[in-house]
């Protein structure tokens, strides 16, 4: 048996990449090269315990290891939600309810423009003449539902 025969054989290599690439995770974290260094690492214990397998094996291994490092990984996460003071950090329609907006394109037929801030926003309501104040009481997508104040 050759020297890399040995090696495939017993999953130092695999074992070698799963190392690189947990490395690579610390150094450019994405949190994803972690389940590839996971599934690596569990081939190459594998491959300790049944030295011998055919590299279609392997490769078969690895991917069924990776995948069930990313399913329970997924699982982990949707379980431990960081709490946080403000829910709707990310969600800026979400945030907009409930605020004043002033009517820049006229709505007309239910579709015209609001000013928030410094932007205009799409927005659906009643009838509203440019200038007049309305209140922003829900959001579809990116769209402002608006009532008169």
Known sequence: MTFLGFVWSHGALWLAAAL???????????????????????????????????????ALLFALFTAAAVGLGRRWYHQSEVPTEDPQLNDRTSRLIGTTAEVCDAITAGEGRVKVG????????????AGALVRIVGASGSVLLVEPT
């Open 20 to 58: 690189a690439l947990a490395i690579a995770e610390l150094i450019a974290p994405g949190f994803f090269m972690i389940f590839l260094a996971a599934g690596a690492a569990l081939t190459g214990f594998a491959l300790l315990a049944i030295p011998g397998l055919p590299v279609l094996v392997q």
């Open 118 to 129: 410094d932007g205009a926003w799409k927005a659906r309501g009643p009838d509203a003449a």
